[in-house]
């Protein structure tokens, strides 16, 4: 058994209020660390109800163009694991509610070591990973430490999960479970909504944890119809879309870098919230 | 080899040649580190490679295409003036520059397209740095008429535009890669994401060994060939096995195939040679994963890896596009630990050079990529006494990097 997490009492509250959770999805470090920073601030207030944040790391396999030129902006601009994690620390210090989730590549993880990883994750204030490239087959090298450090360790379940793969997948994953809503990668295709639903219902007939639904959504009605039948929507692309959008044309942030990552934010939440 | 004194000991192993394990881990390295998407495929790639290897019809049909249509077995030919200018060891070629299509990739290619086609699978797709790799995919999709994509970094296109011409009228569609620096890894990359998003009819031809198991065992099992031949010619040509074997490294595929079937001959000294580029001291001026990286997890596979202190991977240099990629297969990387295999690097500089020698010496113009096993010989022939059998894999001709050593030289073509 595991220790009840910040997403856990999230997911727990949102049942109270019956609505889906936003997921919101940013790379840590993009375009620059303060602006990060005051994104990262602003997010709970605009409806984020749980905050997935980015690792940055050179080589995003899963990750559409979106997120893979945000990576590459925050390593640019200097970001590293200590900075994330940093990060996370002073956004702890103003907000002991909103769930930070990690989400990354295992690389970065596992060249700033696993353990020493786990305690820095879980003293800065985190509460899940998300890490690609670990599946279940090497459940011990990462998932069973981490939930040993009182860390949620989320799975993806993807279309290509049939049901005899389901439960291994499962088997270990704690906060919520996050289903990738289409064959390929983040911010492609937008997903088909019945096909979605029907999925959602496969995954919570073999699990009680909450389901959220991610890649390809990008707008309030969208999000509104994925989210029929699931706990939560995740929106990554279309939000670090806005802030490649706002750039200077020297690539530095503008005043409507976080104006506008905030004011999609508050669209998607009202249309979670929309009856 | 006598095996009556050697005990099971507990630092010593039984076989160099057991691995990997079930999970894929030769060691510390290997693995399936992989999204979710591509988990059940991997899989599913491994059943279906491991009822072909159960098949004996599908070893007839590799046997049966190494005879007629790749022009195996190559020869094992004695480089005589070579040897004697270095008044060492007796330096041996292993041809494989003489397969079909150039390189030893189309032994690769081979044995996947037959197992692609065992799938039921209808589109291919593959990665490649200088070319080879790709030349070698496209000719066995157009030898069996299937629709073939290649992902090539922008900047390997440019630098490798004969490759390109070839993959073209073979009738592959070419996709320039952008993202990143615009090479092998970002190529690789880029193939996991097609095929991430086309799990239903699409194959990933790897072309080296190196990616998520099975890849690695199941393209060193392809290239194994080169060492089984090499061993066979070599007991024909000297009675005897050879004493020292040379190879080039960048995923290491061809090292693999001359390496394993000699792994558990002790008296058999292996020399594996990465591409040092500007050299080991210039920071992201080579790609010697090896001798010049440190432990992590890229593109499938733990292995050595050319990265920052961060984690995040560094290109890499290279005179030679089919060495510069920041890891290398988790099979050497296993065999550096252990220590079987001694790793070392060779400059750009060193590899042109060598290139220039053997072509001079014995008028064979080999590849960048050998040149630098070729380097390594001329280093090593001298210190080793006449009767050292040597044997190094001139695993590729050097027609496609005439333009790059061209103007290396500063000659005008």
């Known amino acids: 058994m595991t220790h009840a997490t910040r997403i856990d009492a999230r997911f727990a509250q949102l049942k109270k209020e019956q609505r889906p959770a936003l997921v919101t999805f940013v790379s840590a470090g993009d375009p620059d660390l303060e602006t990060s920073e005051k994104i990262l601030a602003g997010l709970p207030a605009a409806g984020a109800d749980i905050i997935e944040l980015g690792m940055p790391f050179s080589d995003p396999m899963a990750d559409g163009p979106a997120i893979q030129a945000s990576s590459l902006r925050a390593l640019k601009a200097g970001h590293n694991m200590t900075k994330t994690l940093a990060m996370v620390r002073r956004f702890r210090e103003r907000d002991q509610t909103t769930p930070i989730v990690l989400m990354g590549y295992y690389n970065p993880i596992y060249v700033y070591g696993n353990a020493r990883f786990l305690a820095d994750a879980k003293a800065a204030g985190v509460d899940g990973l998300i890490v690609v490239d670990v599946p279940p087959e090497a459940d011990e090298e990462l998932c069973l430490p981490a939930v040993d450090a009182g860390l949620n360790f989320i799975r993806l379940a993807t279309p290509t999960t049939d049901d005899k793969r389901l439960p291994a997948v499962l088997k270990n994953t704690s906060g919520f479970v996050y289903y990738v809503s289409i064959t390929g990668i983040t911010g492609a295709a937008a997903p088909v909504v019945d096909d979605v639903h029907a999925q959602v219902k496969r995954i919570k007939g073999q699990t009680p944890l909450p389901v959220v639904v991610g890649f390809g959504v990008r707008s309030g009605p969208q999000a509104k119809a994925i989210s029929r039948g699931a706990d939560g929507v995740v929106v990554g692309s279309a939000i670090v879309a806005v802030i490649e959008k706002s750039l200077g044309s020297k690539g530095e942030a503008t005043p409507e870098t976080v104006s506008g990552v905030l004011a999609l934010v508050n669209e998607l939440g009202a249309a979670l919230r929309s009856a | ?413």
């Open chain 2, 1 to 413: 080899m006598s095996t009556t004194t050697q005990k099971s000991g507990e630092a010593k192993l039984n076989s160099y040649r057991s691995g990997p394990d079930d999970r894929g881990f030769f060691g510390l390295f290997g693995g399936r580190f992989v999204a979710e998407t591509l988990m059940p495929l991997i899989l599913d790639l491994e059943r279906a490679y491991t009822a072909a290897k159960a098949d004996p019809t599908f070893q007839a049909e590799i046997d049966h295409l190494n005879l007629h249509y790749a022009g195996r077995p190559s020869p094992l030919y004695y480089a005589d003036r070579m040897t004697k200018e270095l008044g060492g060891a007796k330096i041996y070629f292993k041809r494989d520059e003489l397969n079909h299509t150039g390189s030893h990739k189309i032994n690769n290619c081979l044995g996947q397209i037959l197992l692609a086609m065992r799938m039921g699978k209808t589109r291919i797709i593959a990665e490649t740095g200088a070319g080879q790799h790709g030349v070698a995919v496209a000719t066995v999709c157009a030898k069996y008429g299937l629709p073939c994509e290649i992902y090539m970094g922008a900047v390997d296109i440019e630098r490798q535009a004969p490759n390109v011409a070839r993959m073209k009228l073979l009738g592959a569609k070419l996709n320039s890669v952008t993202s990143g620096a615009g090479t092998l890894k970002d190529a690789m990359n880029e193939a996991l994401r097609d095929w991430v998003t086309n799990v239903k009819d699409t194959y990933y031809l790897i072309g080296t060994a190196a990616g998520p198991h099975p890849y690695p065992a199941m393209v060193r099992d392809f290239q194994s060939i080169i060492g089984k031949e090499a061993r066979e010619q070599m007991l024909a040509a000297e009675g005897r096995l050879p004493d020292t074997v040379v190879a080039c490294i960048g995923g290491g595929s061809n090292a693999i195939g001359l390496f394993h079937p000699f792994l558990d001959d002790a008296g058999v000294a292996i020399y594996g040679v990465e591409a040092g580029g500007h050299g080991l001291d210039v920071e992201n001026g080579h790609a010697a994963s090896m001798t010049g990286g440190t432990p992590g997890v890229l593109h499938g596979n733990r292995t050595y890896l050319l990265q920052n202190s961060d984690g995040q991977i560094l290109e890499g240099h290279s005179i030679s596009a089919g060495l510069d990629y920041p890891g290398v297969g988790p099979e050497h990387a296993w065999l550096k630990n252990n220590g079987r295999v001694t790793y070392v690097a060779i400059t750009d500089r060193e590899a042109l050079e060598a290139l220039q020698f053997c072509t001079r010496m014995e008028g064979i113009i080999p590849a960048l990529e050998p040149s630098h096993a070729l380097a390594q010989v001329m280093k090593l022939a001298p210190t080793l006494p006449k009767d050292n059998l040597l044997v190094m894999n001139l695993c590729g001709r050097g027609d496609k990097d005439l333009f790059t050593v061209a103007k290396a030289l500063g000659m005008k073509i």
